[in-house]
């Protein structure tokens, strides 16, 4: 079958530096993936075409790129999943959130820096035992999902906070974070989850699942950051808006029923955070003109005292 | 409360699925967020029934059992699915002719697909789309439609946050969008309450209205704006709306 292919090309060592997109017709089979038909176009049409490859069964992690929009391997991607329906070409570009160095190929340096700065590797505390290191099998199971990363780089192309702010970890980053920081044999807790409460790590994360979605192994960073909060806070840093929002939240509900929108910005802020607290100022008289304020009296659900009671039973067992 | 404790999070949930079993009613929301929190607890709950049983036996105190029989419905599912885009066509009585709208879907009503069954049912990627022809508008496609809005970062890191506002808005009106509509409250509260602070931020006019799914519907259902609080957005509809009065 003929499959078009839309790919964008940028060439350093072009003139105007600016970057274009470029079809190519090419002959392939039910069972092609998007990998065969660009190694098809690099060596039978244009040798100039340039994209990083290796193993060709989602292994290596090399292949990682935009198609149709959306982050993932073109070598685990099959033509007939992604060809659009309408006879319109498959849009290929480059990951997102790294700077391009030539067409398909982008600069990793700003993902291995960023990988480096959660220290991705175990570190046990100082009396080590006369054997081996042992480690329950639950907990190993439990981490198998995230061992599995292979560093394609797909959940950080699609980062939607990564879009607006280079300065987050990301989500390939952190979800090594909680590899070694779930790991019984690591013993450097206190300060991974200090350095994981700063600013650009884990309350940083907007939720969008992005990441989750386009991940090719199941790594689910996301979940992995919600499960770096949770620990976060159980280690005592709860003095961020993040940690007072998540703690906020659980006390309106389990003592009322409901949100409080009134109290829950203030709280999340900070009722000290006189900056945040004179930012949220025009908003409310906005929406007090708007008619669009929440009630000033917060009352309880008719159902408040049978929620309270899940939360006791539930949290004693924690 | 997913990030506190989300088996806690997850019994509260099932708790709302037991007491819509009991009434014998399917459950609907307005709420994209609502949809996504629901359908993925749903999908913890039922594919483990050891996880339901200890759930159910908290929920027992009260008389309660979730027998896993909910699937939550979003009201757009509800509309292009179970109603149907024909039947919307047929209660049409006011044409939105001549006005483009640009889709926001959010995250909770796209991602994770899995939970949310996008693979049975693809028409869910498409039902904004749809809807916005079927009342007679024009769509406007733009890149953000199901990116993040930026509301759960709202208090967070209000920067990134209304960067994200600031894009979405101004990538949807530079594309010519009159307004832009969305099945999610939470979207809603970011793009039109935090969309001056956007502005600022930009360093540029937007005011593009944003409006809420069932208003869409309900104008061309013929329903009074202010009965569906049209008047009480942050950013104007004013124009919008007067638009519309003088249109043919």
Known sequence: MEVIFKVQRFDPESTDLVSHFQEYNVQLTDSSTVLDGLIKIREEDDGTLSLRCSCRAAICGSCAMRINGEAGLACNTKIIDVMPQDGSPIVIEPAGNLPVIKDLIVDFQPFWAKFKAVEPWLQPGDIQPEGEYIAPEEDMVHLAGVVSCILCGACVSDCTVLEVDDSFLGPAALAKAYRFSRDPRDESDDQRLAQLNEPGGVWDCTRCMKCVEVCPKGVDPMDRIMLLREKVMDAGHNNTSGARHANAFAKFLKNSGWLDELKLPVMSFGIFNIKAMIGLIPLGIKSQLAGKRPPIFHHKLSSAKEIKKIFEKVESKK | ?248
């Open chain 2, 1 to 248: 409360m997913q990030e506190k404790n989300l088996f806690l999070a997850d019994t509260l949930n099932a708790r709302t699925f037991a007491l819509a079993e009991k009434s014998g009613l399917p459950l609907m929301t307005i709420c994209s967020t609502c949809q996504g929190v629901m359908s993925q607890a749903n999908q913890r709950l039922t594919e483990d029934p050891e996880y339901l049983a200890q759930v159910n036996e908290t929920l027992a105190d009260e008389g309660l059992e979730y027998k896993g029989t909910i699937d939550p419905k979003h009201l757009l599912w509800i509309i292009a699915e179970d109603l149907g885009i024909d039947f919307l066509e047929t209660k049409i009585v006011r044409k939105l002719e001549g006005f483009k709208f640009a889709p926001f879907y959010g995250c909770y009503i796209v991602r994770p697909s899995k939970a949310l069954k996008l693979d049975e049912n693809p028409n869910r990627k498409q039902a904004l789309e749809q809807v916005i022809e079927a009342v007679g508008a024009e769509v406007v496609d733009f890149p953000g439609s199901t990116l993040c809005c930026g509301f759960p970062i709202l208090t967070i890191n209000p920067k990134n946050s209304q960067t994200m506002v600031a894009n979405h808005t101004i990538d949807a009106k530079d594309r010519g969008a009159d307004s832009m509509v969305t099945p999610c409250p939470l979207c809603h509260l970011n793009l039109d309450g935090y969309q001056p602070n956007a502005a600022a931020l930009a360093k540029r006019d937007i005011d593009l209205p944003i409006i809420h799914l069932p208003q869409l519907v309900g104008l061309s259902l013929g329903i009074a704006p202010e009965k569906m609080r049209l008047n009480k957005h942050l950013v104007s509809t004013k124009k919008l709306l007067s638009e519309l009065a003088d249109a043919p």
